[in-house]
């Protein structure tokens, strides 16, 4: 499973992640990640999210990862993002790799 490292790039977002400014969010995710290989995104406590965003951030790691990077996420996900993530489905039945990656935690 995968950490920060101290040369990790973080890029902080907008405390709107909603289908109202993705287009935006989409353009400055897909330039930082043209520009680090490793990229941590920083995602406020109350932020307000959508599906769109998780939709972006699940795409952002695609893309990451077929140009060998990594997009990790600087905290577990939680407020606005947490309730997304478990209204979509993304929480159910999770592998190891996924809890580690929104939540920052072991499945057992």
Do not use: C
Request: glycine residues 6%; aromatic residues 6%; without cysteine.
């Amino acid at each position: 499973m995968s950490s920060p490292l101290p040369g990790d790039a973080s890029l902080t977002l907008p405390a709107t992640l909603t289908i109202k400014t993705i287009v935006a969010v989409h353009e400055m995710i897909l330039d930082f990640l043209n520009k680090n290989t490793n990229s941590v995104l920083d995602i406020d406590e109350d932020a307000q999210v959508d599906l769109s965003f998780v939709q972006l951030v699940t795409a952002a790691r695609k893309h990451a990862e077929s140009r060998n990077g990594r997009v990790l996420l600087a905290r577990p996900a939680g407020g606005d993002f947490y309730d997304v993530l478990k209204r979509g489905g993304f929480l159910d039945e999770m592998t190891p790799d996924a809890a580690h990656f929104w939540l920052h935690q072991e499945k057992n």
